[in-house]
């Protein structure tokens, strides 16, 4: 059921969902120019999700911290 844009799943945590062939290509064109956070809100995936397949991608990932 489409809900502003997106659809909401019957029940199935969104870390458990297969990547897409877009949404490798959006994280493809985004690694190493966005930072990690930013990447994975725009993909809508947990920044753990987002690192694990940058990796399994072999990309860079730009991790930004917080602290001083």
């Given at each position: 059921?489409?809900?502003?844009?997106?659809?909401?799943r019957d029940n199935m945590p969104r870390w458990?969902?297969?990547?897409?062939?877009?949404?490798?290509?959006?994280?493809?064109?985004?690694?190493?120019?966005?930072?990690?956070?930013?990447?994975?809100?725009?993909?809508?995936?947990?920044?753990?999700?987002?690192?694990?397949?940058?990796?399994?991608?072999?990309?860079?990932?730009?991790?930004?911290?917080?602290?001083?």
């Open positions: 059921m489409p809900v502003a844009g997106k659809v909401i458990k969902e297969n990547w897409t062939e877009q949404e490798v290509a959006k994280l493809r064109s985004m690694a190493g120019t966005m930072s990690l956070a930013l990447i994975a809100k725009e993909l809508d995936r947990t920044t753990g999700a987002v690192l694990a397949k940058a990796a399994e991608e072999k990309l860079t990932i730009v991790v930004r911290s917080s602290r001083a």
